[in-house]
């Protein structure tokens, strides 16, 4: 079975940057698309940015681009969200996830979730 883990969720000042990761354990993720998603309390989860396989495609959301980069090591089995100028509309638990299909990830349809790390964004 496959395990994603998120780390790097922390309280941090608006403008400031973070890093977030997700480890996968128990398979390769080398073929799978990685995204990451965020749900901030009382909302819906939404969709934040997506990385294919071979990490050549990417795709964000409007609210996050120019600010937010997406990477993957596969070698290291870890999916990268780095975070700059962070705001306060930012804070929320983010959700790294992977599934076989980037078109399927990218609508939320995938095939294991990580647990969530907690981003919080102070004004």
């Known amino acids: 079975q496959v395990q994603l883990v998120e780390s790097g969720g922390a309280l941090v000042q608006a403008g400031g940057s973070l890093r977030l990761s997700c480890a996968a354990s128990?398979?390769?993720?080398?073929?799978?698309?990685m995204g990451w998603f965020r749900q901030a309390p009382g909302k819906e989860r939404e969709f934040v940015a997506a990385?294919?396989?071979?990490?050549?495609?990417?795709d964000y959301a409007d609210s996050v681009k120019g600010r937010f980069s997406i990477s993957r090591d596969n070698a290291k089995k870890t999916v990268y969200l780095q975070m700059n100028s962070l705001k306060p509309e930012d804070t929320a638990v983010y959700y790294c996830?992977?599934?076989?299909?980037?078109?399927?990830?990218?609508?939320?349809?995938?095939?294991?979730w990580g647990q969530g790390t907690q981003v919080t964004v102070s004004s």
């Open positions: 996830a992977r599934d076989n299909s980037y078109r399927s990830l990218k609508m939320g349809r995938c095939d294991y």
């Open positions: 990385i294919s396989g071979g990490g050549s495609t990417t």
């Open positions: 128990g398979s390769s993720v080398s073929n799978y698309a």
